[in-house]
């Protein structure tokens, strides 16, 4: 059964410190999420980390680290998840530089190193997409050439619900495309106001929520479903416990 996450980017402008911390992961606790995403977080050793998600029934399954710590001191970013107890080490975003045709192929250059480390060390590198990587280079998506560049043992992907379809894909489909790749993927609702999209909390906005549950229930590998709103209108804790309520009456949790 895949288990529901909180995907702490969520509540970035409560998590700057410890103290904040403790306090944001009680209520994620108390929502009924059993597990969690570390991302935005201040600068908050992994020892304390582990000992605050501990105290309040959380696993830390996924993380989003500084991609040039990954590429640069990969060592260090295994002992610290080795110290989490996570498993996935992920990138949230491709840097700047290699999003253009010219550099797009220095990505698999730089990284695939860290990777092969991060692998051998029973840990996967994770990629969180946004709707850049639905651009097409020379007539391929970008997408497609992550998909290319790294074996499965060697990068996930973190596929995200709302930027596949901000990015004009069809959400089921790469899913079904993407396998065994999706470890996790990040549950994110769009809905519209005029004729701006905005986000909102899963299945209060228009993607088929129950069509994409089910397509992942069909593929199996799929471990964790981590909740994320970037942007909330009202609290971003409201949110994250409305998400959480609407998937639960689905049976997930």
């Not at 992942?216 to 971003?236: A, H, M, N």
Request: glycine fraction near 8%.
């Amino acid at each position: 059964m895949m288990e529901l996450g909180a995907q702490l980017f969520t509540l970035r402008d409560y998590t700057q410190t410890a103290k904040d911390l403790d306090y944001s992961l009680g209520q994620v606790a108390k929502m009924g999420y059993k597990t969690v995403q570390i991302s935005a977080i201040g600068p908050i050793p992994a020892e304390t980390v582990k000992e605050i998600c501990d105290k309040h029934g959380l696993r830390i399954v996924l993380t989003h680290t500084d991609p040039n710590r990954i590429l640069n001191d990969t060592e260090a970013v295994i002992r610290e998840h080795d110290i989490m107890g996570c498993d996935y080490i992920g990138i949230g975003m491709m840097p700047p530089k290699y999003r253009s045709p010219e550099w797009l192929w220095h990505f698999a250059e730089d990284y695939k190193e860290p990777a092969k480390k991060i692998a051998a060390a029973g840990k996967l590198l994770m990629y969180h997409n946004h709707n850049l990587e639905f651009q097409k280079f020379q007539g391929k998506l970008i997408m497609e050439t992550l998909m290319e560049s790294f074996s499965p043992e060697e990068m996930g992907f973190t596929l995200d619900t709302y930027w596949v379809q901000m990015g004009g894909g069809d959400v089921c489909a790469w899913l079904e495309r993407l396998g065994d790749r999706i470890p996790c993927v990040h549950l994110k609702d769009m809905a519209v106001r005029g004729m701006e999209p905005i986000m909102a909390p899963v299945m209060e906005g228009n993607l088929d929520f129950r069509k994409i549950l089910a397509t992942l229930e069909k593929t199996g590998k799929t471990k964790y479903l981590l909740v994320e709103q970037d942007i909330c209108e009202g609290s971003p804790f409201d949110c994250l416990e409305t998400s959480y309520n609407n998937l639960r009456s689905l049976g997930y949790q």
